[in-house]
Protein backbone atom coordinates (compact mmCIF):
# COMPACT_ATOMS: atom_id res chain seq x y z
CA UNK A 1 0.00 0.00 0.00
CA UNK A 2 2.17 2.97 -0.97
CA UNK A 3 0.15 5.59 -0.19
CA UNK A 4 -0.52 4.39 3.24
CA UNK A 5 -1.46 6.86 5.65
CA UNK A 6 0.64 6.47 9.22
CA UNK A 7 -0.06 8.70 12.16
CA UNK A 8 1.82 7.87 15.17
CA UNK A 9 2.82 11.47 16.77
CA UNK A 10 5.80 10.11 18.93
CA UNK A 11 7.04 7.87 16.92
CA UNK A 12 10.76 8.96 15.63
CA UNK A 13 10.79 8.40 11.44
CA UNK A 14 14.52 8.33 10.96
CA UNK A 15 14.65 7.17 7.10
CA UNK A 16 12.27 5.71 4.59
CA UNK A 17 12.89 3.48 2.21
CA UNK A 18 11.00 3.16 -1.12
CA UNK A 19 11.65 2.17 -4.59
CA UNK A 20 13.76 4.40 -6.81
CA UNK A 21 12.26 7.00 -9.29
CA UNK A 22 10.34 5.19 -11.85
CA UNK A 23 9.39 6.21 -15.59
CA UNK A 24 5.28 7.24 -15.99
CA UNK A 25 3.19 8.37 -18.03
CA UNK A 26 3.40 8.90 -21.86
CA UNK A 27 6.67 11.19 -21.28
CA UNK A 28 8.01 8.23 -19.54
CA UNK A 29 9.39 11.07 -17.06
CA UNK A 30 10.75 9.70 -13.75
CA UNK A 31 8.60 10.31 -10.93
CA UNK A 32 8.74 9.70 -7.23
CA UNK A 33 6.96 7.00 -5.23
CA UNK A 34 3.91 8.60 -3.05
CA UNK A 35 6.19 7.72 -0.13
CA UNK A 36 8.83 9.52 -1.17
CA UNK A 37 6.86 12.81 -1.81
CA UNK A 38 4.83 12.63 1.42
CA UNK A 39 8.72 11.97 3.10
CA UNK A 40 9.79 14.65 1.61
CA UNK A 41 6.79 16.79 2.29
CA UNK A 42 7.19 15.92 6.16
CA UNK A 43 10.98 16.36 6.06
CA UNK A 44 12.11 12.65 6.56
CA UNK A 45 15.19 11.59 5.12
CA UNK A 46 14.76 9.21 1.68
CA UNK A 47 16.84 6.10 0.62
CA UNK A 48 16.36 4.13 -2.99
CA UNK A 49 18.56 1.54 -3.28
CA UNK A 50 18.04 -0.54 -5.72
CA UNK A 51 18.27 -3.44 -3.82
CA UNK A 52 18.94 -4.65 0.01
CA UNK A 53 21.69 -6.84 -0.53
CA UNK A 54 24.27 -4.84 -1.10
CA UNK A 55 26.57 -4.71 1.91
CA UNK A 56 27.11 -1.06 2.10
CA UNK A 57 23.59 -0.78 2.30
CA UNK A 58 23.13 -2.58 4.71
CA UNK A 59 25.53 -1.34 6.72
CA UNK A 60 23.99 1.84 6.13
CA UNK A 61 20.48 1.18 7.41
CA UNK A 62 22.61 -0.51 10.30
CA UNK A 63 23.76 2.76 11.13
CA UNK A 64 20.54 4.42 11.39
CA UNK A 65 20.02 2.19 14.60
CA UNK A 66 16.28 1.31 14.26
CA UNK A 67 14.32 0.05 16.99
CA UNK A 68 11.61 -1.42 14.63
CA UNK A 69 11.19 -1.60 10.59
CA UNK A 70 8.05 -1.46 9.08
CA UNK A 71 7.27 -2.42 5.66
CA UNK A 72 3.78 -1.95 3.49
CA UNK A 73 4.21 -3.26 -0.10
CA UNK A 74 7.62 -2.06 -0.69
CA UNK A 75 8.52 -4.63 -3.35
CA UNK A 76 11.82 -5.57 -2.10
CA UNK A 77 12.27 -9.11 -0.25
CA UNK A 78 14.24 -7.69 2.87
CA UNK A 79 17.18 -10.30 3.53
CA UNK A 80 17.83 -12.48 6.47
CA UNK A 81 20.32 -10.09 7.39
CA UNK A 82 18.28 -7.19 7.19
CA UNK A 83 15.06 -8.61 9.35
CA UNK A 84 18.12 -9.00 12.29
CA UNK A 85 18.99 -5.25 11.99
CA UNK A 86 16.59 -3.70 14.33
CA UNK A 87 16.17 -4.43 18.10
CA UNK A 88 12.09 -4.95 18.30
CA UNK A 89 12.19 -6.75 14.52
CA UNK A 90 10.20 -5.93 10.88
CA UNK A 91 6.71 -5.82 10.76
CA UNK A 92 4.69 -5.68 7.43
CA UNK A 93 1.22 -4.68 6.62
CA UNK A 94 -0.66 -7.20 4.32
CA UNK A 95 -3.66 -6.24 2.84
CA UNK A 96 -5.18 -9.64 2.99
CA UNK A 97 -6.27 -12.03 6.13
CA UNK A 98 -3.58 -14.22 6.24
CA UNK A 99 -2.67 -16.98 5.26
CA UNK A 100 -5.04 -16.27 2.20
CA UNK A 101 -3.59 -14.87 -0.20
CA UNK A 102 0.31 -14.43 0.56
CA UNK A 103 2.44 -13.00 -1.79
CA UNK A 104 2.25 -9.76 -4.32
CA UNK A 105 -1.62 -9.25 -5.33
CA UNK A 106 -3.88 -9.76 -2.28
CA UNK A 107 -6.13 -7.26 -3.08
CA UNK A 108 -6.62 -7.98 -6.70
CA UNK A 109 -6.98 -11.72 -6.02
CA UNK A 110 -9.41 -11.70 -3.47
CA UNK A 111 -11.46 -9.52 -6.09
CA UNK A 112 -10.62 -11.96 -8.93
CA UNK A 113 -12.04 -14.78 -6.82
CA UNK A 114 -15.22 -13.56 -5.94
CA UNK A 115 -13.99 -13.71 -1.60
CA UNK A 116 -17.12 -11.80 0.13
CA UNK A 117 -14.42 -10.33 2.33
CA UNK A 118 -10.42 -9.16 3.36
CA UNK A 119 -8.59 -7.30 5.62
CA UNK A 120 -5.15 -5.85 6.64
CA UNK A 121 -2.98 -8.13 8.86
CA UNK A 122 0.29 -6.44 10.60
CA UNK A 123 2.66 -9.44 10.72
CA UNK A 124 6.11 -10.23 11.95
CA UNK A 125 8.64 -10.74 9.00
CA UNK A 126 10.58 -13.85 9.07
CA UNK A 127 12.44 -15.31 5.74
CA UNK A 128 9.27 -16.96 4.19
CA UNK A 129 7.02 -14.77 1.30
CA UNK A 130 4.11 -13.52 4.47
CA UNK A 131 4.71 -16.59 6.50
CA UNK A 132 5.23 -14.79 9.99
CA UNK A 133 2.85 -14.73 12.92
CA UNK A 134 0.28 -11.92 12.65
CA UNK A 135 -0.08 -9.56 15.44
CA UNK A 136 -3.06 -7.69 15.08
CA UNK A 137 -5.80 -7.79 11.95
CA UNK A 138 -8.87 -6.24 10.84
CA UNK A 139 -11.47 -7.54 8.55
CA UNK A 140 -13.47 -5.72 5.97
CA UNK A 141 -16.46 -6.69 3.15
CA UNK A 142 -15.76 -6.60 -0.37
CA UNK A 143 -18.47 -4.50 -2.13
CA UNK A 144 -20.16 -6.22 -4.38
CA UNK A 145 -19.11 -3.48 -7.15
CA UNK A 146 -15.56 -2.85 -5.90
CA UNK A 147 -12.68 -2.38 -7.73
CA UNK A 148 -9.40 -3.07 -6.69
CA UNK A 149 -8.48 0.68 -6.78
CA UNK A 150 -11.14 1.57 -4.46
CA UNK A 151 -10.54 -1.15 -1.94
CA UNK A 152 -6.81 -0.57 -2.14
CA UNK A 153 -7.27 2.88 -1.16
CA UNK A 154 -9.93 1.16 2.07
CA UNK A 155 -7.38 -0.81 3.10
CA UNK A 156 -4.58 1.54 3.32
CA UNK A 157 -6.58 3.39 5.99
CA UNK A 158 -7.73 0.12 7.97
CA UNK A 159 -3.94 -0.30 7.62
CA UNK A 160 -3.21 2.80 9.03
CA UNK A 161 -5.22 2.53 12.27
CA UNK A 162 -3.93 -0.99 12.55
CA UNK A 163 -0.22 -0.12 12.77
CA UNK A 164 -1.37 2.78 15.32
CA UNK A 165 -2.77 0.35 17.17
CA UNK A 166 0.23 -1.64 17.28
CA UNK A 167 2.90 1.36 17.66
CA UNK A 168 0.68 2.46 20.95
CA UNK A 169 0.51 -1.10 21.94
CA UNK A 170 4.85 -1.03 21.88
CA UNK A 171 4.64 2.86 23.26
CA UNK A 172 3.15 1.12 26.10
CA UNK A 173 5.58 -1.53 26.46
CA UNK A 174 2.75 -4.10 25.68
CA UNK A 175 4.17 -6.51 22.64
CA UNK A 176 0.76 -7.34 20.06
CA UNK A 177 0.79 -11.11 21.29
CA UNK A 178 1.78 -12.94 17.63
CA UNK A 179 0.08 -15.63 16.50
CA UNK A 180 1.08 -18.38 14.40
CA UNK A 181 -0.54 -18.48 10.97
CA UNK A 182 -2.81 -21.77 10.09
CA UNK A 183 -1.31 -24.03 8.28
CA UNK A 184 -4.98 -24.19 6.47
CA UNK A 185 -6.65 -21.85 3.85
CA UNK A 186 -3.49 -21.33 2.54
CA UNK A 187 -3.25 -19.47 -1.27
CA UNK A 188 -0.69 -17.49 -3.18
CA UNK A 189 -2.01 -13.98 -4.68
CA UNK A 190 0.99 -14.06 -7.69
CA UNK A 191 2.22 -11.22 -9.22
CA UNK A 192 -0.27 -9.61 -11.96
CA UNK A 193 0.31 -10.36 -15.43
CA UNK A 194 -0.93 -7.48 -18.04
CA UNK A 195 -2.02 -11.19 -20.62
CA UNK A 196 -4.57 -11.48 -17.99
CA UNK A 197 -6.51 -8.88 -18.16
CA UNK A 198 -7.64 -10.38 -22.09
CA UNK A 199 -10.94 -11.81 -20.91
CA UNK A 200 -12.53 -15.09 -22.77
CA UNK A 201 -16.16 -14.94 -23.11
CA UNK A 202 -16.06 -18.77 -22.92
CA UNK A 203 -16.04 -17.91 -18.98
CA UNK A 204 -18.61 -17.72 -16.94
CA UNK A 205 -20.51 -13.88 -16.44
CA UNK A 206 -19.85 -14.49 -12.61
CA UNK A 207 -16.42 -14.77 -13.77
CA UNK A 208 -15.17 -12.04 -16.32
CA UNK A 209 -17.26 -9.27 -14.26
CA UNK A 210 -14.82 -10.34 -10.82
CA UNK A 211 -11.80 -10.14 -13.72
CA UNK A 212 -12.95 -6.66 -14.48
CA UNK A 213 -13.19 -5.35 -11.33
CA UNK A 214 -10.12 -6.92 -10.16
CA UNK A 215 -7.84 -5.39 -12.94
CA UNK A 216 -9.31 -1.95 -12.92
CA UNK A 217 -7.48 0.45 -12.36
CA UNK A 218 -4.87 -1.62 -13.99
CA UNK A 219 -3.81 -3.27 -16.70
CA UNK A 220 -7.66 -3.08 -17.22
CA UNK A 221 -9.62 -5.94 -18.84
CA UNK A 222 -9.63 -6.33 -22.34
CA UNK A 223 -12.01 -8.22 -25.04
CA UNK A 224 -12.77 -8.42 -28.48
CA UNK A 225 -15.96 -7.19 -29.25
CA UNK A 226 -17.66 -7.20 -32.73
CA UNK A 227 -14.21 -7.66 -34.23
CA UNK A 228 -12.70 -4.49 -32.41
CA UNK A 229 -10.77 -4.66 -29.31
CA UNK A 230 -11.61 -2.92 -25.94
CA UNK A 231 -10.87 -2.12 -22.87
CA UNK A 232 -13.55 -2.60 -20.48
CA UNK A 233 -13.37 -0.50 -17.26
CA UNK A 234 -16.55 -1.44 -15.76
CA UNK A 235 -19.45 -4.59 -15.74
CA UNK A 236 -21.66 -6.56 -14.45
CA UNK A 237 -23.34 -9.81 -14.38
CA UNK A 238 -26.54 -10.61 -15.01
CA UNK A 239 -29.28 -13.01 -13.39
CA UNK A 240 -29.69 -14.08 -17.27
CA UNK A 241 -29.14 -16.46 -20.12
CA UNK A 242 -28.72 -16.58 -23.31
CA UNK A 243 -29.33 -18.46 -26.12
CA UNK A 244 -25.83 -17.27 -28.31
CA UNK A 245 -22.52 -18.43 -29.02
CA UNK A 246 -19.32 -16.75 -26.48
CA UNK A 247 -18.67 -13.35 -27.26
CA UNK A 248 -22.14 -12.33 -29.67
CA UNK A 249 -23.58 -9.16 -28.60
CA UNK A 250 -27.23 -10.03 -27.25
CA UNK A 251 -28.24 -6.65 -26.29
CA UNK A 252 -27.05 -3.17 -26.88
CA UNK A 253 -28.62 0.24 -25.44
CA UNK A 254 -27.85 3.06 -23.43
CA UNK A 255 -27.79 0.61 -20.53
CA UNK A 256 -25.04 -1.37 -21.84
CA UNK A 257 -24.11 -3.78 -24.27
CA UNK A 258 -24.58 -7.65 -23.17
CA UNK A 259 -22.80 -10.03 -23.66
CA UNK A 260 -23.24 -14.04 -24.35
CA UNK A 261 -20.58 -15.90 -21.61
CA UNK A 262 -19.70 -19.42 -21.36
CA UNK A 263 -22.36 -19.02 -18.57
CA UNK A 264 -24.88 -16.04 -18.10
CA UNK A 265 -24.43 -12.76 -20.05
CA UNK A 266 -22.09 -9.83 -18.98
CA UNK A 267 -23.04 -6.30 -19.58
CA UNK A 268 -20.27 -3.64 -20.45
CA UNK A 269 -21.08 -0.32 -18.51
CA UNK A 270 -17.53 1.69 -19.61
CA UNK A 271 -15.53 0.70 -22.81
CA UNK A 272 -12.09 2.23 -24.05
CA UNK A 273 -11.63 2.07 -27.73
CA UNK A 274 -7.76 1.85 -28.84
CA UNK A 275 -6.32 5.62 -28.53
CA UNK A 276 -9.44 6.73 -27.30
CA UNK A 277 -10.90 7.44 -23.64
CA UNK A 278 -13.12 5.67 -21.48
CA UNK A 279 -16.88 6.31 -22.03
CA UNK A 280 -20.34 4.79 -21.17
CA UNK A 281 -21.37 2.14 -23.26
CA UNK A 282 -24.28 4.83 -24.86
CA UNK A 283 -20.98 6.64 -25.60
CA UNK A 284 -19.67 3.90 -27.19
CA UNK A 285 -22.47 2.58 -29.83
CA UNK A 286 -22.70 6.58 -30.89
CA UNK A 287 -19.42 5.80 -32.13
CA UNK A 288 -19.77 2.13 -33.36
CA UNK A 289 -23.54 3.51 -35.02
CA UNK A 290 -24.34 0.52 -37.73
CA UNK A 291 -21.21 -1.02 -36.77
CA UNK A 292 -22.57 -3.70 -34.01
Keep these: MP ?3 VACERAEVVAVYTQPDRPAGRGRVLTPSPVKQEALQRGIEVRQPETLRDPEVQAALSALEPDLIVTAAYGLILPKKVLKIPRL ?3 NLHG ?28 EMEAGLDTGPVLLRAATAIGADETSGELYERLADIGADVL ?3 LAMLEAGTLPAAQAQSTEGVTHAAKIEKAEARLDWN ?3 EVLACKVRAFQPWPVAEAVLAG ?18 PGTI ?9 VACGDGVLRLLTLQ ?4 RAVSAADYLNARRGQL
Design 3 to 5: GLR
Design 89 to 91: GCW
Design 96 to 123: SLLPRWRGAAPIQRAIEAGDAETGVCLM
Design 164 to 166: AQG
Design 203 to 205: ESA
Design 228 to 245: ERVRIHAAKALASSADAA
Design 250 to 258: VTANRDGID
Design 273 to 276: REGG
